[in-house]
């Protein structure tokens, strides 16, 4: 069967493995459908994504059908759809015994630490998999996964209904983390570049945008916030400066959460951070949020059609991943497909 590979930084080949076969732990094979490209794995594809280890079978996006099931599985069928929990934790560790198993002490995500769904079939234990709603695509339905990255997001910013959020960055990571807040906030102020992007946020759900290339980002976020700073940033752009400046833009008692995975150095103020006493929080992956999503899409709460912009077939994931280096401004989401 063919599968993508990142060999080592900068090189993608497409490979022949041989398809797995279910055993006592991973007893659930699955035939993959679609599969997203995230930005993480524009990372480990470019050799700046900290965590991965190479050559790696990338990908944590995971959406197929099953194919065939072990005697002891019990709430799976073959045919079912579903998608696939890319995180693997001991149970064990001091994060794990504190509820908190996404950072645990041994952690192995499926396409960083560990082969994951950029290949035609995979093996999974039946608690890893999530029965996907009748009513939403597989291409769609990959789009569950940065959602629970983003409910995770929400969750270390303890957001509530009367803070004011800054988000800054309305890529596919943002607009997923927008979709969340806006069902616990509503005043949810949007920053980014592209004016387009900004443009749809606000139909999404912002009060406020700003193009931070074009206007003066720290005193429109000080007239957006009635003179005292954000209550709640999130940083969904990861770039070199934008740590700083969510806390320069956040006020008093504030809560500051990270999600970049750059290990390239940046400039962090230790008065702002003290002087406000601010919280400052890393958001990684997602702590057994599938269910939480997928409960929100039968609530009706949570619409995930139309996501995707672009799909091309795993055969021509390197096409995929020089479109979204090409930066071109309609790239949204982009998912490979596997009926090649």
Request: hydrophobic share 40%; proline share 3%; with cysteine.
């Amino acid at each position: 069967m063919k599968a993508v590979q990142i060999v080592k930084p900068e090189q993608l080949e497409i490979i022949e493995i041989e398809k797995p076969v279910i055993d006592n732990k991973n007893n659930v094979l699955i035939k993959m459908t679609a599969a997203g490209i995230c930005g993480s794995d524009i990372g480990i594809y470019h050799g700046t994504n900290a965590a991965a280890t190479y050559p790696r079978i990338i990908g944590h996006e995971m959406v197929g059908r099953v194919e065939e099931v072990g005697p002891d599985v019990q709430n799976l069928k073959p045919g079912d759809r579903v998608i696939v929990n890319q995180v693997t934790s001991c149970g064990e560790c001091y994060p794990c015994k504190k509820g908190r198993g996404n950072v645990c002490d041994h952690l192995a995500v499926r396409g960083v630490h560990i082969d994951g769904g950029y290949r035609e079939y995979i093996t999974v234990p039946e608690s890893d998999c999530y029965i996907l709603p009748d009513s939403l695509s597989d291409q769609d339905a990959v789009m569950i996964e940065p959602t629970t990255i983003a409910i995770q997001s929400c969750t270390r910013a303890e957001l509530e209904k009367d803070d004011m959020l800054l988000l800054y960055g309305i890529g596919a990571l943002g607009s997923s983390i927008l979709k969340i807040a806006r069902q616990l906030c509503d005043y949810i102020i949007v920053a980014d570049v592209v004016n387009e992007k900004l443009e749809e946020a606000k139909k999404a759900g912002a009060k406020y945008t700003i193009n931070v290339l074009e206007e003066d980002f720290q005193a429109k976020v000080l007239e957006y916030t009635h003179g005292r700073g954000a209550t709640v940033s999130i940083d969904a752009a990861c770039v070199k400066n934008s740590l700083l400046l969510l806390l320069q833009a956040t006020g008093n008692a504030g809560r500051v959460i990270t999600m970049g995975f750059s290990t390239s150095a940046t400039e962090v103020n230790q008065f702002l951070i003290t002087s406000k006493e601010l919280d400052v929080r890393g958001s990684r992956l997602q702590n057994k949020m599938f269910g939480k999503a997928i409960e929100m899409i039968h609530g009706g709460k949570l619409d995930l059609a139309g996501s995707v912009s672009h799909t091309f077939p795993l055969t021509k994931a390197q096409e995929a991943f020089d479109f979204i280096d090409s930066k071109d401004t309609s790239i949204r989401k982009i998912v490979l497909t596997f009926d090649f």
